[in-house]
């Protein structure tokens, strides 16, 4: 099995996504993206039996026609933006099993038609912290939606999850309904809005790292194991 990750390197915090699939199999094969152009990094897509778009940098305002919310982002890394909407594109149009993480799943409302809030202390006031405090991730509590696939896949409808973002998303895309919140309302994870309904290809997107929180917690190596069992079925039924 071949795991394509839009970024697995140049840092340290990066190089988890990978370690984390591993520790549910050895024998993952991992196909870091980072550094590609798009056309090679999609070419590179069609060897692969899913994807997972990471963590990092803020999704450029323009993205969602909202040009004016760029004061309030931090860094944006435009070649990185290209890459990977590239990347979401590509495996929606050979249904692929996708996983957005952080970042990702910011990426992947954008890609599907949603906005978002471009910095929650400012625009979204809240008890609940989401940003880092002195470089270490933040935790909270979420709330996990009865009959979701975050439910299926982890058990429970309470858990703690670490947080390390100032954005979230303010219009979910039409085609996504929620599966998990925190006490404060954001959305902290999201599927198909009728995946139940069937033929739709696995995707899930979680604002939280699970690829970073202790392994045994519910919503962090139970996410893996359930991706990588997505991209097996991937592998046998559709790919080869």
Not at 39 to 63: H, K, M, N, W, Y
Not at 161 to 181: C, D
Not at 184 to 208: C, I, N, R, S, Y
Request: hydrophobic share 40%; aromatic share 6%.
């Amino acid at each position: 099995m071949t795991i394509a990750i839009s970024k697995a390197s140049g840092a340290a915090n990066y190089e988890n996504y990978g370690r984390w699939l591993k520790a549910v199999d050895a024998d993952v094969t991992i196909v870091d993206l980072n550094g590609m152009t798009p056309s090679d990094a999609a070419l590179q897509l069609r060897e692969c039996d899913g994807l997972i778009l990471t963590g990092g940098p803020d999704v450029d305002p323009d993205r969602y026609n909202e040009p004016e919310k760029r004061g309030l982002c931090g860094t944006i890394d435009a070649v990185r933006d290209e890459l990977e909407f590239g990347l979401a594109e590509e495996a929606r149009e050979r249904r692929m099993p996708v996983l957005g993480i952080c970042r990702g799943a910011q990426l992947l409302n954008v890609v599907y038609g949603g906005t978002l809030v471009a910095d929650l202390p400012s625009s979204r006031p809240s008890d609940v912290e989401h940003r880092q405090l002195d470089g270490k991730d933040a935790f909270h509590s979420v709330h996990v939606e009865p009959g979701s696939i975050i439910r299926r896949i982890a058990g429970v409808l309470d858990a703690n999850v670490n947080s390390a973002h100032h954005q979230s998303v303010e219009k979910l895309a039409a085609v996504f309904t929620p599966s998990a919140l925190s006490s404060d309302g954001v959305v902290e994870a999201f599927e198909w809005g009728d995946a139940t309904m069937g033929g739709k290809p696995f995707l899930l997107a979680v604002q939280w790292h699970p690829e970073r929180m202790e392994y045994d917690e519910p919503l962090s190596l139970n996410i893996a194991k359930h991706f990588l069992h997505e991209a097996d079925a991937y592998s046998v039924l559709i790919r080869r």
